[in-house]
């Protein structure tokens, strides 16, 4: 198995123990490519060299279903691999800046590749002139599935070709606007899956208000047990509970405890019981002996 291919297989085993919707695309540069980057960052002023190295001869993009998994890919890469985040792009607008301001907010973070993999770049890179010029990273681009389209037409078509779009700030502008209002839809959306689940919640179709209120790839062939069904139905606090829960939370902890469990509505039950501050006594009793030595009930 090569490099990018194990990196690869370690994000997907991870990312689909906690269940996470998304798509995975990868590349590796070849010579070609790494040429014409190396000149073109030569021609704009910034050449690559000893101690500013081009770091994505590996690069990953993850696209994400939901506009708040994106925060949570991040922390959960960075658990698994060393982030070097004086290279990585994640904010480039803070403060009043942030508030008045539209522009892309890119999300490319870089990471070493792990010294275990045994990688080097002259098993990759033959001519030793650019091998000082690469660094043993990879980057990874985290994107939701509606701003995907509009990064490839922006990246090929524009920030390929800024020559074409200077003194033409409308159009640069608009452009820009376009991405706005994907992302006041990838909001919107969260927000109707949200409020959906509420009136699940409202009318006791537990199963539903709990996809809903989770959005993770459980398994659809698995009913929610009905001795559960009636725990909830007879207590009203319980059902709560469960609806007011936090989405991140309960997701970071599935990746921090190793969760790898099959992802039945009865297991992310059982889990988030478990890690609460007051543990339901009856949901207890019937969560598996295992799973609940594991997380030390």
């Known amino acids: 198995m090569n490099i990018l291919s194990r990196i690869v297989e370690n994000i997907q085993d991870t990312l689909n123990k906690i269940g996470l919707l998304y798509r995975i695309y990868y590349r590796s540069k070849g010579d070609v490519s790494i040429v014409k980057k190396i000149e073109k960052a030569k021609k704009d ?5 000893d101690t500013k190295k081009m770091q ?40 009043e ?15 070493d590749i792990p010294a275990e993999y045994g990688f080097s770049i002259s098993s990759v890179i033959a001519d030793e002139n650019l091998q000082g010029m690469i660094d043993s990273t990879f980057e990874v681009q985290i994107r939701t599935t509606l701003s995907e389209g509009w ?20 159009e640069w502008r608009q452009l820009n606007g376009v991405l706005a209002s994907l992302e006041t839809n990838d909001w919107a959306m969260i927000q109707i ?9 409202r009318n006791r179709n537990w199963r ?9 790839r459980v398994d659809s062939k698995k009913e929610l047990s009905p001795k ?18 936090n989405r991140e939370k309960i997701i970071m902890k599935m990746n921090e405890c190793g969760f790898y469990y099959p992802l039945t509505l009865d297991n992310i039950v059982y889990f988030i019981n478990i890690i609460s501050e007051s543990p339901n006594e009856e949901l207890l009793a019937m969560t598996p002996s295992l799973m609940k030595e594991e997380m030390n009930q």
């Open 45 to 49: 002023g910034d050449p690559y060299n």
């Open 56 to 95: 994505d001869l590996f690069g990953i993009r993850i696209v994400l279903y939901f506009s708040d998994d994106v925060k949570i890919v991040h922390q959960v890469l960075s658990s698994i691999f060393n982030e070097r985040k004086e290279d990585s792009e994640t904010h480039d607008l803070q403060g």
């Open 97 to 111: 800046s942030f508030k008045d301001t539209f522009k892309p907010v890119r999300y490319n973070v870089i990471y």
């Open 151 to 170: 990064y490839e037409v922006e990246h090929d078509l524009r920030y390929k070709n800024k020559d074409d779009w200077r003194s033409h700030d409308e």
């Open 193 to 201: 899956f949200n409020s959906l689940a509420y009136k699940h919640y």
């Open 208 to 216: 539903a208000m709990l996809n809903l209120k989770l959005r993770i």
């Open 228 to 245: 559960i069904i009636e725990l909830f139905n007879k207590d009203n606090d319980l059902g709560k509970k469960f609806f007011k829960s």
